[in-house]
């Protein structure tokens, strides 16, 4: 479909040269989502602190890891239904053969930290910052909600085993409580 978009406005773009091309390749390409199948991208995420790198593609390998994005910590969706979710389930998710459950929101590590532990994550769910949206924007899975401070990640969970995607639930609107839910997510394990 990008291929098919940069052909049909190949003789618009002519005229201003193969640089504009080349970034409309490249705002295209930013623009789609990855999908079942892909490797998980390869970006630092953070834990409790700006000291302690976790990186993804790192965290996935060799293993089934469950994670999902939240668009704000301490908002109402978020806090109410779906990390309260997964912490719940987090058991019962894990015998069904996940090794890890981790959170992540385009936030600072000190934020999600404190999210968990007025959660009371412990154990059950990691609480990973994706500080820059750099996770979220590798994903094809931004959005900008100024209402929360501008570029936040769409609601999603995902299964990643062994560093590729194996299932992939993305809100419709980006935001809603329905398909990256736990139990959603646990029915497809």
């Known amino acids: 479909m990008a291929t098919l978009m940069a052909l049909q406005l190949r003789p618009v773009l002519s005229r201003a040269g193969t640089a504009t091309l080349s970034h409309l390749h ?3 390409a930013r623009a789609m989502s990855i999908k079942v199948g892909d490797e998980i ?3 630092d ?3 409790e602190t700006p000291a302690n790198s976790v990186n993804s593609r790192d965290l996935c390998a060799g293993k089934k890891v469950l994670i ?3 668009p704000g910590a301490f908002t109402p969706g978020c806090s109410k239904t779906h990390l309260p979710g997964y ?3 987090a058991d019962a998710i894990k015998a069904k053969g996940i090794s890890e459950i981790v959170c992540v929101s385009v936030n600072d590590p000190f934020v999600m930290s404190a999210w968990g532990q007025n959660q009371e994550t412990g154990e059950k769910v990691r609480m990973l910052a994706d500080t820059n ?3 979220t924007k590798a994903l094809g899975l931004e959005q900008d909600l100024a209402v929360l401070g501008g570029l936040r990640s769409k609601r999603y969970s995902m299964v990643v085993e062994d560093g590729k995607i194996t299932q992939l639930n993305v809100e419709p609107d980006g935001k809603g409580l329905s398909c990256s839910l736990a139990d959603n997510t646990m029915a497809q394990l």
């Open 26 to 28: 490249k705002t295209i």
């Open 41 to 43: 991208p390869s970006v």
């Open 45 to 47: 995420l953070f834990e």
């Open 68 to 70: 999902f994005a939240v």
């Open 87 to 89: 912490v719940s389930s």
């Open 133 to 135: 949206g750099d996770f």
